[in-house]
Structures are given as C-alpha cells and as structure tokens.
C-alpha cells in the first residue's frame, strides 16, 4: 500500500455510553485454585477487538506518527471509544487526554556534513548509511567539533563498584560510546545483571550521561547483536523527525546524538591505532579509563524545527471499594507508530505498526470494554492509557510521570502491553519485571491457573525491560509488569513460533510492511488481554499495593514516591 494525500475527512460519531455504577461486585483471581479449575478460555470480544486494529493499522491513519494527522486521528478514536465505553475523561479540564508538548527536528541530510580526521585527510560520513541521529540544540544550525574520546560502555554505577569515567574533564568532546553493560565474567557471574541487559547497557542511558559529562556529542556504536536489532532499524527510526521534549533553562543538550555503523567506528579506532576488539576488552575491566584518540570529529547539522501537540490518551474506571477507590492500577499500550516516512524498496511510505502497537492498542480497548461491561471490577480504580510518542523515546510516558494527573504513590501497578501475538493462541507468556515485585508468586499462579508456561526473556542481553512504557514508571518506583507472549503457538511446533519471530524482527520491525493481515489469528491476542483482565483483578483487589522486592534496583524510587 503506497502513500497518497487523503482528501477525504474523518467523522466519528460517538455514543455516550451509560454512568458508571458506584457499587460494583468484587471479584479476583486466586493463584491458590488448581489450574485446571480455571477456565483458560478467552472472554474478551476477538470481532470487536479485530475492527479496532484493522482501523487503527489502517493507510487511513497513515502509520499513526507524533505529530501528523494520522496520529491525531488515533488518539481521537480512542478517546472517543473511552467515551462510548462509559469511562470517565481522566485528562486534563474534564477530557480524555493530556497534552503532551514536544519539539520536531528534522534534519536536512542535503545541508548537513559529518567528518572525522583521518591520516589520510577528512572523511565525510554518508548520513543514513554510516551515520543517523539528530542535534538536540533545537535550532536551524548546529556547530560540532572536538577529539573523539572512546568512553567504553560509559557507566556509572556506584552500587557496582564501577567508573569509566575517572574524573576525566569531557566537556567538549565527542564521545564514542558502546551499547551494552560492562560484561560479568567467571569471577562476577551476576556483574550487571549477568547476561541481562541494565539500564546502564541503554543507548538512553549513554546519551544521558553524554549530556551530564557535557560532551559536545554522543556517537552510538551500533552493532546488531548489541543494538537487538539491524542497522536498517536504526535508519528508519532515527532517520526522521526527531520528537524531543522541549528544551528548558539549564538542561544539557547534545549539539548531535548519532548511531555510527561497526564499520565507521572501526575506522576511526584504527586512525587512532586502536582495534574494536582492543578496546572493548579494556572496557570490560575496572581499570578502564577514558582513550582520547586524536581523531577530530566536525558536523555542520542543518535542521527544520516545528512544535508539536501530541497528547495522551486516559479513561478510568472507578474501583468498587470506597477504602480503595482512590488508588489506581494503570494499563498501557502506545498508539503512536514512526507515520509517513522513507520508502520502502516497493514504493511504499506508511508505517503502519499493525503488531507494534495497534494489536496492543486494540487490546487495551477490548480490555477496557470488557471490564466497563462486567461486574467483576476491582476494589481499585483501573487507570486506561494509551500513550503517545513510545517509539520517539517513551516521551508519552515520561512526560506523564513527570505531570502525573494521579498520584503515582496511589499507582499501585501498571500493566503495559506492546506488540501482542496476532497468529492465533501461544502456551507460553514472558511477564517482564514481575519476579522483582513481591506479586510474583500470586501472578505465576494466574499465569498457570490460565493454562500458560512462564517463560524468562528469551533475550535478556537487549535489555527489553527498559524499552517500553512502564520504563517511566518503574523508575519513578511503580511495580509494573510488561506482557509479551513467548513463541511456542498452540497446536504448532515451537519452529513455528522461532520463524515468525525472526521473520518478524528482519523483515517487518518497523517497516513499512507492518501492515494488518486479514487472515491474522486474533485469539492470541485477546488471550493476552483476558491474561491482563485477571493481573488487573489482583492488583485492584490486592489487600497491599504491591511493592518491588528488597534490594531491587526501583525499591528506592517507590519508598520515595510513598515518602518513606
């Protein structure tokens, strides 16, 4: 499906559904009941979840992007569905939704230079395929030059005795940075994690300590293996309209914030002497310190910058429970997708984003649906939000944490859901970070009581916990559960699952070609959702908020939120 200008309008004609009850009938799951007590079967509407997603993936909604009609037009849908429903607008003056400011930057790759010194004279980097990112000053022109310095994985990790810094004075410099967490070894088996990525291995996590040395640019060495995914995913993603949070007085900014291919890094070690192979062995040790390698870097970045109103999207449904009513248990799914962008090698511009995310968006709005038609609803009220601007960095979620419209210390835990199973039922479910919250026994005895095998990340060393919405939200200490399916499909053999899964990652991931197909199998889909319903029944019935275990590393950040 190629990109045209649509001419044609939207019109949504919304029915108000009926108030909501104030006395609503307690219900929940108990892990206690033997598994095959507990019917499996899916309850959630699979026809009424299957229009919302064909909708919502749909040319019509041209790839849902920040800041473009079709991303407007999402979130109008939503809200508009969260008022059929009958839930109450849980945004700002008495409506659906929260406005969340951000700043587009465009760069003008025809304007734009990138060089580094070599011995053999200045090489120019070819933008897109050797290097992508944009310049964070927000404004028309950017001026970058300093000597590159190698920083290694660039933590700071003081509960792990850890410091590639030293002390050395970086202001100015461009730094040349590893994606990944320092590696254990045979000695430190559980060193950051183990072979599960932290926070710390974040590319998020690198550019924030690039703008708190003061480093005039932060270059991102891309790998796939380090990345979890291909260079292609970073073209597309980074290649296009830049959705940052508007600058404020005294925050750091990146005069660039690129990705440079293996390839590029590779050759600017070797001006300085130096190998990839070298120099991240040197940064596996304690004793790394900073490499300058006296090699210049110089960017001329050109760019077109434009406000954007984008907005969140929140319904909610009030708790049964007077003594619980105020508190809330939050369920996420973003709307947004990357919109119109490059094309592909078929023409084709639309990002459509059926799997990421409008299967989870049209879960959520099954879910909410379901739970706002029901008389099993919680003590607790039940949060419904549909975030906007995920894929530009969780600036939807993080704006939110930072103005939350609900006291997070009410949060009692979120449940997000991204990118659902769209080919028919799994037996297998990964519940990301519910093993660090003192829940975990009570949400493995849903899972089984629902005929389903927990299974660990197949991938912890790509650090999925930190890379989708409830991130924000576990950072500021709220409990949270991520819900993905794992890859063994019922009535299938487990290859099925693997190929779909690679298939997916190599040719559909943030491609255009992530569009809605009919023969798509939604049961899994909804199976997630109903899987959702019953953690939705124990956090909002749950005698205690649930809470991270001691000595996570979010414990903290929730004794803060609660003033402990």
Known sequence: MRFRRLKIGVVFSFA???????TLARGAVSPKIPPSKIDRGVRLNVKRLRAHLKFLASDLLEGRGTGQRGGEVAAAYIAGEFERMGLAPAGEKGTFLQAVPLVGVTTDAARSRYSVGLPSGARNLTWLDEIVGPSEVQGATAEVSGEIVFTGHSALAPEENWDDYKGMDLRGKVLLMLVDDPPPTAEEPNRFGGKARTYYGRWTYKLEMARRMGAAAALLVHTDESAGYGWQVVRNSWGG??????????RSRLGLAAWVSEPVAKEILGAAGKTLEELRNDAGKRTFHPVPLGVDFRAHVESSIRRIDSSNVLGLLPGHDPKKTDEWVVVTAHYDHLGVGNPDASGDRIYNGAVDNAAGAAALLELAETLASSKERPGRSVLFFSTTAEEAGLNGSEWYVEHPLH???????????DSPPVRGEVEEVQLMG?????????????????DLVSVPDPAPEQGGFYRSDHFPFAKKGVPAVNVKSGRKYRGHERSFGDALFDEYEKKHYHQPSDEFDPAWELEGTAQMGELMRRIVMLFGNRRAMPSWKAGDEFEEARKTSLGR
């Open 16 to 22: 108000l559904g009926s108030s909501l009850g104030s």
């Open 241 to 250: 309209e830049d959705k940052q949070s508007p600058n404020e007085a005294g």
């Open 407 to 417: 006291p997070l210390a009410k949060t009692a835990g979120l449940i997000n859901v």
């Open 434 to 450: 519910a093993i660090r919250i003192d829940a975990a026994a009570e949400l493995e005895g849903i899972v089984r009581g629902f």
